[in-house]
């Protein structure tokens, strides 16, 4: 049973950062791609960034790039978010996902909360 577990989520002040992880389980994730997406009160779910687990190749939205990094670690079968310059509008329920393509996503995480204070 496939499980991708977030965490890392929390309260910080705008200007701060955190990291989120996603533990993932369950199966060989070789050939995927590991995603991360948000979701803000109201809005739809929208794209953050992904990387293949093969080699490395990183996706990220234009407008969140240079300030959100993701990275993984396969040794230990987990995908990391590394949020910089924080502010107000990150605040969202993120989740971890894992598909065969960017496009293209079938496990989904239960999320973590990231709230930014002004």
């Known amino acids: 049973q496939v499980q991708l577990v977030e965490s890392g989520g929390g309260l910080v002040q705008a200007g701060g950062s955190l990291r989120l992880s996603c533990a993932a389980s369950?199966?060989?994730?070789?050939?995927?791609?590991m995603g991360w997406f948000r979701q803000a009160p109201g809005k739809e779910r929208e794209f953050v960034a992904a990387?293949?687990?093969?080699?490395?190749?990183?996706y990220y939205v234009n407008s969140l790039k240079g300030r959100f990094t993701i990275s993984r670690d396969n040794a230990k079968n987990t995908v990391y978010l590394q949020m910089n310059s924080l502010n107000p509008e990150d605040t969202a329920v993120y989740y971890c996902?894992?598909?065969?393509?960017?496009?293209?996503?079938?496990?989904w995480g239960q999320g973590t909360q990231v709230t930014v204070s002004s």
């Open positions: 996902a894992a598909g065969i393509g960017v496009r293209e996503y079938h496990y």
């Open positions: 990387i293949s687990w093969t080699d490395s190749s990183t």
């Open positions: 369950g199966r060989t994730f070789s050939g995927y791609v």
